[in-house]
Nanobody, 116 residues
């Protein structure tokens, strides 16, 4: 069983920056990917950014060039640097760990609110 602890988030003005961090513990072997998802008001949860064990990353089109995901395989942590934030980035952000056939695990989420 993997436990995820998220930190960061909060309230920021449009154009500002925030950094989210997530630490995984317990059963962290064989992690395929670590990712951030978000769920805005009245919206479905969507992938924001994902970092694979080998180093490759992918981003949703809406955050490309503004957000950067970084992963430390040794420490089992993943961070999301969010720059040039927009009001439409307002959402609850969730950390996710994908262990392939061994399952997928979620953090409790952290609120990000961007004021205009």
């Amino acid at each position: 069983q993997v436990q995820l602890v998220e930190s960061g988030g909060g309230l920021v003005q449009a154009g500002g920056s925030l950094r989210l961090s997530c630490a995984a513990s317990g059963g962290t072997f064989s992690i395929v990917a670590m990712a951030w998802y978000r769920q805005g008001p009245g919206k479905q949860r969507e992938l924001v950014a994902r970092a694979f064990r080998g180093g490759s990353t992918n981003y949703s089109d809406s955050v490309k060039g503004r957000f950067t995901i970084s992963r430390d395989n040794a420490k089992n942590t993943v961070s999301l640097q969010m720059n040039s934030l927009k009001p439409e980035d307002t959402a609850v952000y969730y950390c996710n760990v994908d262990k392939g056939m061994s399952g997928s695990y979620w953090g409790r989420g952290t609120q990000v609110t961007v004021s205009s």
